[in-house]
């Protein structure tokens, strides 16, 4: 449901993200316990004893949606300064030397929605790490020299993504997409902001996101609940409220509805593999949460072999690829279809990417066996995911960030409740006759050869 480069509306919605008011017990799957501590933080403990290990993630709702033009990226520089240095461990040597007394397997991730970090060691360790993680957490350690070597590494990150077509076209995907609110759906960020960041601007970013209000901490692994909840409050238990929403004092700005689709055609050297793609604006979770599983439901119909898509585009040699996927997403998710087009069929292939979608809508598009085989799948594959203990924290804070613990604990049965009225819904109101953006990354040569231009054009 996510894409690794990677809800219309502000957040005036009172009550949201509240971390004044008391909020019922979520319902969690067997094993999983809530609680959330007098300062707001929320804490997930999760019992697996599959393995004698235990990870302890803490996420938090920070990304790209959080940053205007001027922080672009520093959400992930801080990721990456996290495992810098900090008041117990004042220096990276330090903190390295204690993760590795700890035997801990450690990470960080920065996505458009969620900011979050993890280690996972032998469940002896558990309060040894949480005690590394609220060092980590709420006293970090800013200093120049830090940076310094880190500013080049983050930005490597975003120059080696930069040498992949794929990106490139994302990229200008992205552009299309959202205007001048790029920036809160590029996680990566900009070359120049990452590369003079200050440790100013990290305190900023701290001291607007970094609460236990707007956090939360996840235990998972060979542990029991009560223990594990005594240990948390007890070392989590006097981290300071931020006093205030986040999400309500510095409010997400609207992303505007597309007015018309828009097109372009990127040569580029690099693209020894024509990439051709076209994304909408989708459904966000806050405003039809419905049309979020829906999305996922027919994405998957659309990926069976079987599927009408698949065997005009693949089966019948137009392209090498084809797929459809929605990002679940708090504000507007967006949904794409990626195509390798075969470079010998350019404008074949496109017009064929275009009658499929046009016929979308229509009764006999899919089977109701296809249907079913869709919803087996989607729920083969939630199984599969959370065979891995390890993996559980990460799945449940993505849901928390961008739905929440509600919406990830019904998933499983919400997809098997979706009807072909319910997907006529979501194509109907974000996809089929809707403005996209449309973009084709292709090399000079071939873009020539095909007349790319004369065809690939909004109509």
Not at 68 to 77: A, V
Not at 378 to 396: D, G, M, T
Request: glycine share 6%; aromatic share 12%.
């Amino acid at each position: 449901m996510t894409r690794n480069f990677i809800k219309t509306l502000a957040l005036s919605v009172a009550g949201v993200f509240s971390f004044c008011c008391a909020i019922a017990q979520p319902r969690l799957p067997e094993g999983y316990f809530w609680k959330k501590l007098p300062n707001g933080l929320e804490v997930v403990v999760i019992e697996n004893s599959k393995v004698p290990l235990a990870t302890i993630e803490i996420a938090v709702k920070n990304g790209a949606y959080t940053e205007g033009p001027e922080f672009s990226g520093l959400s992930h520089l801080f990721e990456h300064m996290f495992f810098k240095a900090n008041k117990d461990y004042p220096n990276q040597a330090a903190f390295l030397k204690r993760t590795q007394e700890l035997g801990a397997i450690w990470n960080g991730t920065t996505d458009v929605e969620r900011v979050n970090y993890f280690f996972t060691f032998d469940r002896d360790s558990l309060k040894a790490g949480l005690k590394f993680m609220n060092a980590a957490i709420r006293f970090p350690i800013y200093r120049e020299e830090d940076m310094k070597k880190e500013r080049p590494v983050v930005d490597g990150e975003f120059q080696r993504a930069e040498s992949d077509p794929g990106f490139q076209l994302w990229y200008g995907i992205q552009q299309k997409l959202w205007g001048d609110l790029i920036t809160r759906k590029n996680p990566i960020g900009i070359h120049e902001v990452i590369n003079t960041a200050t440790p100013e601007k990290m305190m900023i970013i701290k001291d607007k996101y970094y609460f236990p209000n707007n956090s939360l901490l996840t235990i998972c692994g060979d542990v029991k609940h009560e223990a594990a909840f005594a240990m948390a409050e007890s070392i989590f238990g006097d981290w300071a409220s931020s006093g205030f929403n986040p999400h309500e004092k510095y409010p997400i700005p609207p992303f505007k509805p597309l007015t018309k689709s828009e097109y372009f055609v990127k040569e580029s050297t690099i693209a020894q593999t024509p990439y051709m793609e076209l994304t909408w604006q989708g459904p966000s979770y806050l405003t039809d949460s419905a049309s979020t599983i829906a999305a996922d439901v027919f994405s998957t119909i659309i990926g069976l072999n079987s599927s009408k898509f698949q065997q005009a585009l693949v089966d019948k040699g137009l392209a090498s690829g084809a797929s459809l996927n929605y990002t679940t997403s708090r504000y507007v998710g967006p949904v794409d279809i990626n195509v390798v087009p075969n470079p010998n069929k350019l404008k074949e292939c496109y017009d064929e990417l275009m009658n499929q979608i046009s016929q979308w809508v229509k009764p006999d598009y899919f089977t109701d066996e296809q249907l079913k085989d869709a919803k087996a799948i989607l729920l083969r594959n939630n199984i599969h995911q959370k065979e891995k203990p390890s993996s559980l924290a990460s799945q449940l804070s993505y849901m928390w960030c961008s739905t929440s613990l509600d919406f990830y604990t019904d998933l499983d049965n919400n997809y098997q409740k979706v009807t072909r009225a319910d997907i006529q819904k979501y194509l109907n109101t974000y996809v089929v006759g809707k403005p996209y953006a449309a973009g084709i990354i292709i090399a000079p040569a071939l873009s020539k050869q095909q007349n790319v231009a004369s065809f690939f054009v909004a109509k």
